[in-house]
C-alpha cells in the first residue's frame, strides 16, 4: 500500500505561480512513477505531468514550458512547480504513484487562477 498526501494548492490570480508537494509513504520501493493529474468540473482527468524513479519527465503539452515536475532520490516527495498560470489551469490537481500494477491516489488539492 502507497499513501499520498498533497499540499500547495490555493487561489492564486493569472501569471503567479504555485508549488505543489506530494509526500508518498508505505511501500515507497515499489513506487516506479509519480505524476500529477488535474480534472476541472465537467472534464475527464488528465495527466499534468509525470517522472519515473530514473528522472525522466514527461509534460500535458497545455503546460509544457510553465511546469516542472522534480522528485527526490527515494520517490518519496513530488513537486509540481506551476508558473505563469491561467485560468484553465484551474482544477482538482492529484498526485499518482504507479507501483507496476496497483495505482494510487491522493486526496486532491485545489488549485484556482483567478483572471
Known amino acids: 500500500q502507497v499513501q499520498l498526501v498533497e499540499s500547495g494548492g490555493g487561489l492564486v490570480q493569472a501569471g503567479g505561480s504555485l508549488r505543489l508537494s506530494c509526500a508518498a509513504s508505505g511501500i515507497i520501493f515499489s513506487i516506479n512513477v509519480m505524476g500529477w493529474y488535474r480534472q476541472a468540473p465537467g472534464k475527464q482527468r488528465e495527466l499534468v505531468a509525470g517522472i519515473n524513479r530514473g528522472g525522466s519527465a514527461t509534460y500535458a503539452d497545455s503546460v509544457k514550458g510553465r511546469f516542472t515536475i522534480s522528485r527526490d532520490n527515494a520517490m518519496i516527495t513530488v513537486w509540481l512547480e506551476m508558473k505563469s498560470l491561467k485560468p484553465e489551469d484551474t482544477a482538482v490537481y492529484y498526485c499518482?504513484?504507479?507501483?507496476?500494477?496497483?495505482?494510487?491516489w491522493g486526496q486532491g488539492t485545489q488549485v484556482t487562477v483567478s483572471s
Open positions: 499518482h504513484a504507479d507501483t507496476y500494477g496497483a495505482n494510487y
